[in-house]
């Protein structure tokens, strides 16, 4: 079984929210989220869901990575992701979280800001439930694309490496990050630790179609 994981594709990532945390080319991925999507049986949405009360928040971009000396939550941030915003919102041409096999919603208490969607804290002790979710479906493969490169997708993989047992691919199309140098060290370190990066969804479908004990639902 293979699953696909839309890490954090929401606008608040993009330029459409330029007071949040806008990521360049952030709102460009859905058509190849959907395309990796294709190869797939199952299908995985996470977001971040935060709220006004959260302890990390600082009031503006010249603030932000203060330490906050919170334990699972590290550094300061401007308000973003709050739910029942436009920037929580998915992007548009994605399903609807009803469509989504799997859903996790992450920093949802006013001390969490994780970055990984495996777990809610940052020693990775408190479970999401993806892991296990994934391991009940007998997922062996799984697709990754979102936002950030350099923060959730970068975290979201490497957790999935070290504690999960399955295969990732990751589909560098289906990412954006913040910056280049941050982002070259995280497709440098998730290589490193085991994934699979691949240009595009196409070279995902080559390579799938290159494994025979990969096959995807049609």
């Not at 070259?184 to 494994?211: C, F, N, P, R, T």
Request: proline letters at 4%.
């Amino acid at each position: 079984m293979i699953a696909a994981i839309d890490v954090d594709a929401q606008k608040t990532f993009t330029p459409l929210c330029p007071n949040e945390l806008p990521v360049a080319g952030g709102d460009e991925i859905v058509s190849e989220l959907n395309a990796q999507a294709q190869y797939a049986d199952l299908r995985v949405m996470t977001k971040d869901a935060h709220t006004l009360e959260a302890k990390w928040l600082c009031a503006d971009h010249s603030q932000m990575g203060q330490l906050t000396g919170l334990p699972d939550a590290d550094q300061t941030w401007v308000a973003h992701a709050i739910v029942g915003t436009y920037g929580f919102e998915l992007l548009d041409g994605l399903p609807a979280e009803s469509e989504y096999d799997f859903c996790v919603w992450k920093g949802t208490s006013p001390e969490l800001h994780p970055y990984g969607a495996c777990f809610h804290d940052l020693k990775e002790q408190r479970s999401t439930g993806l892991i296990e979710w994934l391991q009940s479906q007998q997922v062996d493969t799984v697709i990754v694309g979102g936002l950030a490169t350099d923060y959730c997708v970068k975290t979201t993989v490497l957790q999935l490496l070290q504690h999960s047992g399955i295969k990732v691919l990751v589909n560098r199309a289906a990412c954006r990050g913040i910056a280049a140098d941050t982002c070259e060290q995280a497709w440098a370190q998730m290589a490193q630790q085991g994934a699979v990066i691949l240009d595009d969804a196409a070279a995902v479908g080559e390579y799938l179609s290159s494994a025979p004990t990969n096959c995807a639902a049609a």
